[in-house]
């Protein structure tokens, strides 16, 4: 959604990611969308999370563009770490763990991140992992389905109709992919789908489209990925 160029703070000399939504893809929704990531993730104070430093506006060629300034952190991300055959099953368990535990940290301040996926983890080449981008973070409700939820279908196209969720297919539980109400336990299933392509090198196959998602099926995919770790 945003464009992050490597810059440095001139008053405190420290390097930093500026994220900034270009004109070209500047809408209400998209700017509300990137404002909202930037307060999601800087309401959240965990190691394993991006830190935001500022949100703020530049005017460039008479246009007002949004960006964020946050940590800037060196590495790779999960996408362009797993293998065809995944990762030695040390770094999985590493990875999971402190994905977990970021995860468990952004629950606990009431926010569900609703895009968890490999290229939205960087770990560091220390084997620090940090989740990123909180464009589509939103807070738990207790009841009430999200009205201005989206959803992509297979071409990539942003569908905005009420009560669907914008998100990355292959890692959504099917009630997010539904339209449903979503809670923590979306991110959980898109952990869990993360946790399998670390663990196998393999998307989990789903040839399910939506929105005739079969739960089952998708419940059967998470249950294997968790015995393929042996902790069944």
Not at 31 to 51: M, Y
């Amino acid at each position: 959604m945003g464009v992050v160029y490597k810059a440095v703070d001139s008053r405190l000399g420290r390097t930093a990611a500026i994220k900034i939504l270009s004109a070209a893809a500047l809408n209400a929704d998209r700017e509300r969308r990137f404002v909202q990531e930037a307060k999601a993730a800087s309401s959240l104070n965990h190691p394993n999370i991006v830190t935001i430093y500022d949100i703020d506006t530049q005017e460039i060629d008479g246009a007002s563009l949004p960006y964020i300034a946050m940590e800037y952190v060196a590495g790779d991300t999960l996408d362009h770490l797993i293998g065809r055959k995944g990762l030695r099953i040390r770094d999985v368990l590493k990875y999971a763990v402190q994905i977990a535990d970021a995860l468990a940290a952004a629950h606990a301040a009431g926010i569900v991140h609703r895009d968890l996926k490999p290229s939205n983890v960087i770990v560091t080449p220390q084997g620090v992992v940090k989740i990123l981008d909180f464009g589509l973070a939103k807070l738990s409700e207790p009841e009430g389905a999200d009205a201005y939820a989206e959803t992509v279908h297979g071409e990539g196209s942003p569908l905005t109709e009420e009560g669907t969720i914008l998100g990355t297919v292959a890692y959504m539980s099917p009630e997010q992919a539904d339209g449903k109400k979503v809670d923590t336990r979306s991110d959980v299933f898109s952990f869990g789908s993360v946790l399998y392509e670390m663990a196998t090198g393999q998307r989990r196959q789903c040839s399910i489209k939506i929105p005739n998602l079969r739960p089952k099926r998708w419940r059967r995919s998470l249950q294997n990925s968790i015995e393929s770790l042996g902790v069944a």
